[in-house]
Each structure stands twice: as structure tokens, then as C-alpha cells.
């Protein structure tokens, strides 16, 4: 079974940077898609950025397209999402899951393992 963790987050100054981590401690979720959600307080958890198996095809949600980055170390099977340029509208828990196929998905039904998540915070 996968189990993801993510690492990272923290408290940051408008326009700054941080890089998120998500790693699959048990090494099962190499052939699978990953995403990164994100939910913000009183808001829907929404999808962020996602990335197929072999890193070859990504997605990004608008909002975060040309800030955001998202890559995977299938080696160190870890997927990161660099994020720059950050804004306080992207406060927010950020989640990574693993996707039931091989391929990232916008849907949050297409994922099954789901990290506990990494909090980050933006100031204006």
C-alpha cells in the first residue's frame, strides 16, 4: 500500500519560495500519477499540479501555472512541487495522492493514497 509524506511547508514572505516533497516510504507508488492539492481554510480542497509516471506529462491548475513546478525522483521516488513567486492567496494545506493510474488527474476521485499533508503560509 502506498503511504506519502509530504515535507516542506512553512511560513514565507509574499513573492518568496519553498519546495515541497512528497515521498512514498513503502517505494509502491513509482508506476502511479501524482498530484498536489491544496485546501485553504473554508475552501474546497482543489488540484494544484500533476505529473505522470515517468514525469513525462505534467498539469497545472491556472492559477498556478508559471509559478509552480512539479517534478518526481522516481529513483528517490519523491515528486516536488517548487513553488516561487509565492502569493497569500496560496495559503493553504497542501496535500500530494497518488493517482489509481499512471497518468495525474484534476479529479480528486482519481486518487486513492492520500498524504496527511504540509501547511504554508504566506504573508503579505
Known amino acids: 500500500q502506498v503511504q506519502l509524506v509530504e515535507s516542506g511547508g512553512g511560513l514565507v514572505q509574499a513573492g518568496a519560495s519553498l519546495r515541497l516533497s512528497c515521498t512514498d516510504s513503502r517505494r509502491t507508488s513509482s508506476n502511479n500519477g501524482v498530484g498536489w492539492f491544496r485546501q485553504a481554510p473554508g475552501k474546497e480542497r482543489e488540484f494544484v499540479a500533476g505529473i505522470s509516471w515517468n514525469g513525462g506529462q505534467t498539469q497545472y491548475a491556472d492559477s498556478v501555472k508559471g509559478r509552480f513546478t512539479i517534478s518526481r525522483d522516481r529513483s528517490a521516488n519523491t515528486v516536488f512541487l517548487q513553488m516561487d513567486t509565492l502569493q497569500p492567496e496560496d495559503t493553504a494545506v497542501y496535500y500530494c495522492?497518488?493517482?489509481?493510474?499512471?497518468?495525474?488527474?484534476?479529479?480528486?476521485?482519481?486518487?486513492?493514497?492520500w498524504g496527511q499533508g504540509t501547511q504554508v503560509t504566506v504573508s503579505p
Open positions: 495522492a497518488a493517482a489509481l493510474r499512471a497518468y495525474s488527474s484534476t479529479a480528486r476521485s482519481d486518487y486513492r493514497y
